[in-house]
C-alpha cells in the first residue's frame, strides 16, 4: 500500500501542477518552483512515503526529460550558441578558484581536513557529486565527512536552486544583456495544430517510448563496459543517442515532446523536495557549514561580476552557471523557468565536460593546498 500510495503521490500533485500551469498563482511563481516548494511542504507531512521510489522515480524522470527535450533541439548552430557558453562556463571556474584561495587564506582553513573538502567542492562544482565523491574516495576522507559535505550543499544548493527558479533572472537582467534568441528549437516552438484526442495519445505513446528505448540503449551499453551503472557515462551516451535521435526525421514529426519533458521536470523537482532532510541540515557541523557556503556563495557572486565585466547576457550566464554548479540534470528545470528550451543541449554538454574537469582540478587544488599549508 505504501508504494502504491508514494507513487501516486509523486505523479498526482506535479500532473495538477500542470493541468493549473495557466492559473495566476502558478504563473507567476513558475510551475518548476511551485513543485519544488509542495515537494518541500509535503515531506513535513505525516504521509509516511516509500523514499526508495521517491529516488527511482526522480532519476527516471530526469533522464527521459532529458532525453525528451534533447530529441526536439536543432543542432543546426551549435557554433553560435557554445562559443559564448564555453567562455561563460571557464569564467565560472575561475570565479571558483578565486573565491577556494580567498577563503583558504581568510578563514585560515589550513587543516588537513578542510583542504581535502575543498579539493572535494572543486570537484562538485565544476563537474557533480560523482566528483565530489570520487575525490572524497581518493583522498581517503571518512564516509562521515562525505556525507557532511553533500548535506551542507543541499542546504545552499537547495536555497539557491529555489531563486534560480524565481526570482535571479529578473534581478540580473538589471544588470546584464537580454538572450538573442536563434529560434534554434523554431519546430517544436511553432503552436501545435490541434488534433483529436486519439492523435494526441498517439504522439504521446510515440514520444515516450522513443524517449524509454534511448533510456534503455544507454544502460545497457553503460553495463556492458563498465559492469556497473557510472553515471557520467551514462549521461554521454543519453545525450549522444538523443542527439543522434534528434536527427530523423520520424522523431521530428512526434509532436508534444516539450509537454511530455515538462511534466516530467515537475515530476523530477517535486522528488528533490520530498527527499531534503531538514533534521541533517540542521545537526551538521558548522564549520563545515561555513566553508561550503563561503566556497558557494563567493563563486556566484564573482561569477556575476566576471559576466557584467564581459557583458555576457543574462540566460548565457545562467545556463552556464547552472552547468557547473549543478551538473546536466538541472539544466532542463532552469532552462525551463528562464523560458530558454534553446540553451538545455549546449548546458548538458557543458555539465558533461565539468564531469570530466572536476577530478582533475579538485586533486589538482587539494594537493596544491596540501603543499602550500
Not at 551549435?78 to 587564506?105: D, E, M, N
Not at 551538521?284 to 557584467?308: D, K, P, R
Not at 525551463?336 to 548538458?348: D, M, P, R, T
Request: proline share 3%; charged share 10%; glycine share 8%.
Amino acid at each position: 500500500m505504501e508504494i502504491i500510495l508514494t507513487i501516486f503521490i509523486v505523479l498526482f500533485i506535479p500532473l495538477l501542477i500542470k493541468y493549473t500551469e495557466k492559473s495566476k498563482i502558478v504563473t507567476v511563481i513558475s510551475p518548476i518552483a511551485l513543485a519544488y516548494v509542495a515537494g518541500i511542504l509535503f515531506s513535513f507531512s505525516t504521509v509516511k512515503l516509500n523514499q526508495e521510489i521517491i529516488t527511482q522515480t526522480t532519476e527516471i524522470s530526469i533522464a527521459l526529460s532529458i532525453c525528451l527535450f534533447l530529441l526536439a533541439s536543432n543542432l543546426d548552430k551549435l557554433r553560435t550558441l557554445l562559443k559564448p557558453l564555453l567562455t561563460s562556463f571557464f569564467l565560472g571556474i575561475l570565479s571558483l578558484l578565486i573565491t577556494i584561495f580567498l577563503v583558504y587564506f581568510l578563514f585560515g582553513f589550513y587543516d588537513k581536513k578542510y583542504i581535502n573538502i575543498i579539493g572535494m567542492l572543486v570537484g562538485l562544482y565544476v563537474g557533480g557529486t560523482p566528483n565530489l565523491n570520487a575525490i572524497g574516495i581518493a583522498l581517503d576522507v571518512p564516509n562521515e565527512t562525505i556525507v557532511l559535505v553533500n548535506t551542507a550543499d543541499i542546504a545552499f544548493g537547495g536555497i539557491y536552486f529555489l531563486l534560480l527558479l524565481t526570482i535571479v533572472k529578473p534581478i540580473l537582467s538589471l544588470f546584464l544583456p537580454k538572450y538573442i534568441t536563434g529560434n534554434f528549437l523554431e519546430e517544436e516552438l511553432k503552436v501545435v495544430k490541434k488534433t483529436n484526442l486519439s492523435e494526441n495519445f498517439k504522439m504521446i505513446f510515440l514520444g515516450f517510448s522513443t524517449a524509454i528505448i534511448i533510456l534503455g540503449f544507454s544502460f545497457g551499453l553503460v553495463f556492458l563496459m563498465f559492469d556497473d551503472l557510472n553515471i557520467p557515462a551514462f549521461l554521454i551516451f543519453l545525450t549522444t543517442l538523443s542527439i543522434v535521435g534528434a536527427q530523423f526525421s520520424i522523431i521530428k514529426k512526434i509532436k508534444w515532446k516539450f509537454e511530455i519533458a515538462e511534466v516530467l521536470l515537475l515530476i523530477f523537482s517535486f522528488g528533490i523536495g520530498l527527499q531534503i532532510d531538514f533534521n541533517l541540515l540542521l545537526t551538521s557541523g558548522l564549520e563545515t557549514y561555513l566553508l561550503v557556503g563561503s566556497v558557494f556563495t563567493g563563486t556566484i557572486l564573482i561569477h556575476y561580476l566576471l559576466a557584467w565585466i564581459t557583458k555576457t547576457d543574462v540566460d548565457t550566464l545562467l545556463i552556464s552557471s547552472t552547468a557547473a554548479l549543478y551538473g546536466p540534470a538541472f539544466i532542463a528545470p532552469i532552462a525551463k523557468a528562464i523560458h530558454n528550451k534553446e540553451l538545455i543541449v549546449y548546458g548538458i554538454a557543458l555539465g558533461l565536460l565539468g564531469y570530466i574537469l572536476g577530478n582533475y582540478l579538485g586533486l589538482g587544488i587539494a594537493f596544491l593546498l596540501q603543499l602550500l599549508s
